[in-house]
């Protein structure tokens, strides 16, 4: 965690009416972007800044789902103020406390915390789709494509590259007609995302990257977290009773194990960009974790295609420790 200020965050806290005030910097993300406290002690109040420099980051996604949320009645911080150019935004401070934080010191809410995620789910798959891109079979790709790209090369496999698309094509194909007209996908929705406010509501972050797709991603990106265990009978409970309050097709559980392979693909080859790139290490050490949810889902008769190729082209043996030959 760098303790550096932005250069120009004095000047904005002041435009915006928060200026004498204590700027205490927070541990990141896995991005560019930094975050700060801005704690008013003389009128008693807190905000968040979010530092998102360009060009690498960029506050209009961000701004324009926050607004778009907040506006059909989820639980997105409210904007103080913003400054693109210097990619600044203030916002509502949600607190510290994540969902993550909460349940590794309060296991007993585990069901109960996840049901309310669940009903913030029902509760946006209710409304129309938002005014965002669609998640198409080319995004679909491009994610997946992410284990070839970075985690094959850094664990030492020559990897058919051609023949992993084509079985991606083949698996995704049919479930892209049920994700019409679609739902607002958040793409980051697990337990370090989800931050518990006062007033017992659940506050939602990270959703800059939304589009319109399948109901089911969200779920998946839940119940199949990359940085905490969730026991597959929670798994299978939550799923009942999300399709106890919304309509569910008889395809969805295959089209839930496309997700879930498809995102925990692109999770390993992320993490393992992290690492190989960005000099972050910390995340080689959930890959296990990722690759053990997606071998659950390969196993479907849908991931038929996809099995076959990590059959062929991932080595038992690497598939065995589950990436713990990288780093």
């Known amino acids: 965690m760098t303790t550096t200020l932005p250069d120009g965050i004095n000047t904005f806290l002041a435009g915006a009416g928060w200026d004498e005030c204590i700027v205490e910097p927070l541990v990141g993300d896995a991005s560019f972007r930094r975050y700060f406290r801005i704690r008013d002690t003389a009128r008693g ?13 960029d506050t209009g996604p961000f701004l324009h789902v926050a607004r778009w949320l907040s506006g059909h009645g989820m639980r997105a911080p409210e904007i103080y103020a913003e400054d693109g150019s ?59 494509g992410l284990l070839t790209e970075w985690y094959c090369p850094a664990a030492g496999i020559a990897a058919d590259a051609q023949g992993y698309a084509a079985a991606w094509d083949e698996a995704l194909a049919p479930m892209l007609v049920r994700q019409q007209p679609g739902v607002t ?83 390993v080859g992320i993490f393992a960009r992290l690492w190989k790139r960005d000099g972050k290490p910390r995340y080689l050490s959930m890959i296990p974790r990722v690759w053990e949810a997606m071998e659950r889902d390969l196993a479907h008769p849908a991931l038929a295609p996809v099995a076959a190729w990590f059959d062929a082209n991932i080595p038992a043996d690497v598939r065995a420790r589950r990436g713990s030959g990288l780093g």
């Open 185 to 267: 996908v958040l793409r980051d929705y697990h337990a370090e995302n989800i931050m518990l406010l006062a007033d017992g509501v659940q506050g939602l972050i990270d959703f800059q990257d939304a589009l319109v797709g399948h109901p089911a991603y969200d779920l998946v990106s839940l119940l199949q977290d990359a940085r905490r265990d969730v026991p597959p009978d929670l798994e299978r409970a939550m799923l009942d009773y999300y399709a106890a309050q919304i309509e569910v097709g008889p395809d969805f559980e295959a089209d839930y194990a496309r997700l879930g392979a498809q995102r925990n693909a692109k999770i």
């Open 45 to 57: 109040r807190t905000a968040m800044l979010m530092d998102a420099p360009p060009p690498q980051e």
């Open 86 to 144: 210097r990619g600044f935004v203030l916002m509502e401070d949600f607190g510290d406390t994540r969902m993550r934080d909460r349940l590794d010191v309060a296991p007993q809410e585990e069901e109960a915390a996840y049901r309310t995620a669940i009903d913030a789910q029902v509760a946006l798959h209710r409304l129309p789709p938002g005014p965002f891109a669609p998640y198409d079979m080319a995004v679909y790709q491009r994610e997946a």
